[in-house]
Each structure stands twice: as C-alpha cells, then as structure tokens.
C-alpha cells in the first residue's frame, strides 16, 4: 500500500499487478458485486490476491502481488508471478494491462451472468502462477 500512496499520482498499477475485464450480462438491474479472493491453494505463502469486481456491466478481474520496493522482486527474491487464467474463462475476459500485445477487441466473446460469480471464484481457485527464472551466467576465470 506505501507504493500506491507515494504513486498515487502515477496512472500505471504497481509491478507485477495484471488486469483483465469482462461484462456482466443484464437485461433488467445492474448490479454491482464483488468476489476478493487470495493466492490460490497450493502456491505457497499467499503473496498477492485477486479481486473481482463489477461497475455496472463492466467487470474488473484484478491480480496483484507483494513486492520488495527496491528492486521489484518478490519477498523471497524470486521474480514477480504472473497469473495464468483457467482456458474456461478465455471467451470471458480481454486482458488489458499490462499493455497486450494484441488488439483488444470489445465486448469479448462471452458475457458472464449473474449466477457465473460462484463459477468464476471457483474457477480462479483453480488458476495458475508461474514466475519467470533469470538465467545466471558464471564468469570462469582462466
């Protein structure tokens, strides 16, 4: 939270932070809801978190980490996680930061319904976090 108050100006998330949308599809209300999930069972300490939110139609899935300010790293001195989302959830969400790679094409495929929130939490349980390894290089003396 200190990055965010010192940042707070600055219109980038912080480091190792991914962000994805959706769109809830309504006929009648909208609604606004919230699902705040943790680090995924089976990856260790929880370092991060996810949270999902909705304003109106337009869902926010949000992946953040902890992060050691001086060089970004995680606590551990690891490089940052990166999230990667169940294949269910493909047609649902456009990622949008950090910047693609690709167009993002709006609305995507699929909207989600109300009665999908419990589906969605279950599904970002079942997520996967990869990090990245730097290769180390020897110097050899000879």
Request: charge should be negative.
């Amino acid at each position: 939270m200190r990055w965010v108050y010192v940042n707070q100006d600055d219109p980038i998330p912080p480091p190792g932070t991914q962000i994805w949308m959706a769109y809830v599809d309504v006929t009648t209300a909208l609604p606004a809801w919230s699902i705040v999930g943790s680090w995924p069972e089976g990856h260790g300490n929880a370092e991060g978190y996810i949270s999902t939110f909705s304003l109106g139609c337009v869902v926010f899935l949000a992946f953040g980490q902890d992060f050691r300010e001086s060089d970004h790293l995680a606590p551990d001195g690891r490089a940052l996680a990166r999230l990667e989302l169940p294949a269910r959830l493909g047609g649902y969400v456009v990622p949008i930061w950090p910047d693609p790679d690709e167009l993002i094409v709006w609305p995507p495929s699929f909207g989600l319904a109300m009665d999908d929130r419990t589906e969605v939490a279950n599904l970002l349980s079942t997520a996967k976090i990869r990090r990245s390894y730097r290769a180390r290089t020897h110097r050899i003396d000879g």
